[in-house]
């Protein structure tokens, strides 16, 4: 309807380098489909505060086992959503992630500039560049 929103929340994992983790979409996805995003996300369910949400989302895409240690940057409205954005640190391999293959294809490391790039490129989901830039200098 319009006026109203949909609560969405991302996970921005960083590593020791100051580098997000990042996902590239699966082609079957019906928004965004093969484009690269943030390092885990998605619509709160009713009744689920962001929070929980956000560590849902991890567990499920990313098989973190212990989804504890978040913190809570900033809400971005985003389209027709409000997109609640969390930090969390990551000091371990991606191969110790167990990725979930039917929403994601791929994981990797990047930095601000290469994820700026790869917005203008339009590889990337279209966040606004503002957006990128705050949560690199929040984490």
């Not at 006026?3 to 996805?29: D, F």
């Amino acid at each position: 309807m319009k006026g109203e929103y949909i609560l969405v929340v991302h996970a921005c994992i960083m590593n020791p380098e100051g580098k997000m983790l990042i996902q590239k979409r699966s082609q079957s996805k019906r928004q965004y489909a093969g484009l690269w995003d943030l390092s885990a996300g998605g619509h709160a369910r009713a009744g689920e505060i962001s929070l929980e949400a956000v560590k849902r989302e991890v567990r499920e895409e990313l098989g973190f086992a212990d989804s504890d240690g978040f913190t809570y940057l900033f809400t971005e409205p985003f389209h027709q959503v409000l997109d609640d954005i969390y930090y969390l640190k990551y000091e371990g391999s991606l191969d110790q992630l167990k990725w979930q293959t039917s929403e994601i294809d791929e994981i990797r490391w990047a930095s601000c500039r290469e994820i700026l790039r790869m917005i203008k490129e339009g590889t990337f989901v279209d966040y606004p560049e503002d957006c990128i830039r705050n949560i690199f200098a929040k984490c």
